[in-house]
Nanobody, 126 residues
Framework: QVQLVESGGGLVQAGGSLRLSCAASVASGRTFSSYAMGWFRQAPGKEREFVAAISTHGFTTSYADSVKGRFTISRDNAKNTVYLQMNSLKPEETAVYYC????????????????WGQGTQVTVSS
């Protein structure tokens, strides 16, 4: 019911910035603002981990401790898009970054939505 397409990944030097975007296509009868949205990442050989999430209308955000103060999640419901601004990137944050959609107002701890994008590669060089 929701298709997600990420963009904006690439190669950046340590300390640099990237802005990821996730464009959503929502099935007829539903609206993008019905879905809380999140970003997750998976590094080689590691499990997928939570990065950030935002409530349906953007009033509530949450972040992994490791990215607090450096990453900012935002959304534009008029454009059906969620963003992840990543600053002061570190080499250990090299990973595939995935957009996630959850039908509901917000993410509770440990939750994941049913809808995933294909991922976008972020590579941070030292």
């Amino acid at each position: 019911q929701v298709q997600l397409v990420e963009s904006g990944g690439g190669l950046v030097q340590a300390g640099g910035s990237l802005r990821l975007s996730c464009a959503a296509s929502v099935a007829s009868g539903r609206t993008f603002s019905s879905y809380a949205m999140g970003w997750f990442r998976q590094a080689p050989g590691k499990e997928r981990e939570f990065v950030a999430a935002i409530s349906t209308h953007g009033f509530t955000t949450s972040y992994a401790d490791s990215v607090k103060g450096r990453f900012t999640i935002s959304r534009d419901n008029a454009k059906n898009t969620v963003y992840l601004q990543m600053n002061s990137l570190k080499p250990e944050e090299t990973a595939v970054y995935y957009c996630n959609g959850l039908r509901g107002p917000y993410y509770s701890a440990g939750s994941q939505g049913d809808y995933w994008g294909q991922g976008t590669q972020v590579t941070v060089s030292s």
